[in-house]
């Protein structure tokens, strides 16, 4: 029987997690009124998390798990799963309980009142480290005010979503995946559901600083190109300023006896003021034209070295 909820959860290198994770799951899971499947994939984990998921999947046959042929990151991992879901209404979340799978309950609730969309959005982050929250706090409100989209702030990829949007974002052919904002791309009905953010329950972040600021590139460069605009107002500025100092160098020379302009110091500054605007144009040039690059080369999403599960097949699953 095709089931009516299917939860996604991406796994990479948490095995101190899967147990508790699972207990966590199964409790809210038993709890719904309806056939549910727990998706779960491995995202090329180093360590034994993917010898634990074949093990749940044998206990128990709602599990179902993909494997990953190597690391493609998190927005690529649920992105498969969201190939692979059979049910009605789909639910992210994190697994490392950061999300708490408690909240489903009230999630699905929303659901009945109609809404396709429920995105759970953080009131706090409880014990997460400043440089985090901090960064995190800035870039939402950035990404607020450049995105074409409304993406509300604050939320991450916790969700509950209809089958109707989960169709359009299989139908979505960029390679670049923000899943978060993509999903307010989609519109339909969307509400939020509050939440505190917990800390990890074990483990290292497996979102490292490089990683994290990739996905915020991501982000704004796929929802705005304002960017773009950016070199052409430091272009502007910088023209200014070059029209300003031709002017005060023709002054100094016409009417002051002895020209204060000494030394090259104020060359120099010149030269790099106007080769980091070149620079920081070329590379933001160069953010727009990768992406192109990417989409050209349409490889796919990513490699599956391995499925557990998913005996019955849907017939809107797309693979
Ligand atoms: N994750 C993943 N691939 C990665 C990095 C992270 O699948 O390359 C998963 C990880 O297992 C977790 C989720 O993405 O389920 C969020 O990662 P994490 O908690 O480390 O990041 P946070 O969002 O808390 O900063
Ligand atoms: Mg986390």
Redesign the pocket.
């Known amino acids: 029987m095709l089931p009516k909820y299917s939860l996604i959860?991406?796994?990479?290198?948490?095995e101190e997690i899967i147990p508790e994770l699972y207990r966590r799951l199964n409790a809210v899971m038993n709890r719904l009124d309806g056939v549910v499947e727990l998706i779960l994939?491995n995202?090329?984990s180093r360590d034994r998390s993917l010898q634990l998921l074949r093990e749940l999947h044998q206990k128990d046959p709602r599990i179902c798990y993909l494997s990953f042929a190597r690391?493609?990151?998190?927005q690529i991992?649920?992105t498969a799963g969201l190939n692979f879901v059979r049910g009605q209404v789909i639910i992210i979340l994190?697994?490392?309980l950061?999300d708490p799978p408690e909240l489903i309950p009230d999630m699905i609730e929303k659901w009945r009142q109609g809404y396709q969309v429920v995105y759970a959005q953080r009131t706090q982050r409880l014990k997460?480290r400043w440089f985090?929250r901090f960064t995190a706090y800035f870039f939402y409100r950035i990404l607020k005010k450049l995105a074409d989209v409304e993406i509300p702030t604050d939320t991450?990829d916790f969700c509950l979503m209809d089958r109707q949007i989960v169709d359009i974002l299989n139908s979505m052919p960029e390679r670049t995946r923000y899943i978060r904002g993509l999903r307010s791309w989609v519109g339909f009905e969307q509400t939020a559901i509050r939440f505190e953010r917990n800390p990890?329950f074990a483990g290292?972040?497996?979102?490292t600083f490089r990683?994290?600021l990739a996905l915020a590139i991501n982000g704004l460069v796929s929802f705005s190109i304002v960017p773009l605009r950016l070199s052409t107002y430091l272009g502007l500025i910088a023209a200014a300023a070059a029209i300003f100092m031709a002017l005060l160098v023709l002054y100094w020379r016409l009417f002051v006896p002895h020209s204060p302009l000494t030394g090259f110091t104020i060359i120099l500054m010149a030269i790099f003021f106007l080769g980091s605007v070149q620079l920081v144009s070329v590379g933001i040039l160069g953010e727009y034209i990768g992406r192109i690059y990417e989409e050209v080369k349409a490889r796919p999403l990513y490699t599956l070295a391995e499925v557990g599960g998913f005996y019955h097949k849907s017939s809107n699953s797309t693979r």
């Open positions: 959860v991406p796994i990479y290198n948490e994939i995202d090329g690391n493609f990151g998190h991992a649920v994190d697994a490392d950061q997460e985090k991450g990890r290292e972040v497996k979102y990683k994290s």
